[in-house]
């Protein structure tokens, strides 16, 4: 008959065990699960619509679409898929389109990288580049990197490119190249 309460008490020692090792796991998660959990992104939306308005005059400053947006709120960044930003200003209309972008400082600057491309139908130019910056606060432009740019003349390719939304002057720097086409006889 002994060994009944033998068998009682390695049960009693054995869930005892089993609690504080739930316990102990519940106040100390794996290390691995804690980067994981941080690293996660806090947002994740599909066929995402932002406008952003002008503080002053309450128009919108651009509208910007995209297929995917993630959000990490660690780095202060959230990432798109296939972003398109459409920027209105007065008589000249832009819109760019990426493979990806990413919005940095709470939406004043949004990079575009990979298929960059930038459209004025007002102007008739397309401009092609592997990165593109857009600081919507100072309504400029930049590419960092080559631009090949199309319009009614020719084209030209620069090593980087800086513009002023507001002005309209674009300036091109570093290897500046163009082929302008002559009239057709």
Known sequence: MRRPGLLSASGVILLGLIVMMTLHEWGNPLEG????????????????????????????????????????????????????????????????????????????????ENNVEAVSKNNGVTLD?????????DRQVSAPDTVHMRHSEGSTRAGSMDA????????LKQGVVSEFKGPKP
């Open 164 to 171: 002023d939304l507001d002005t309209g002057r674009m300036t």
């Open 129 to 137: 580049t592997r990165e593109l910056h857009y600081l919507s606060g």
């Open 33 to 112: 699960d804690n980067e994981a959990f941080l690293s996660a992104p806090a947002i994740t939306a599909e066929n995402i619509v932002a406008r952003q308005f002008n503080r002053d005059s309450g128009e919108v400053e651009y509208r910007l679409l995209a297929n995917n947006l993630e959000q990490y709120e660690r780095e202060a960044l959230t990432l798109l898929d296939h972003p398109d930003l459409s920027l209105n200003n007065g008589n000249n209309q832009w819109t760019i389109q990426a493979d990806n972008g990413e919005v940095r400082d709470n939406g004043d600057l949004i990079v575009f």
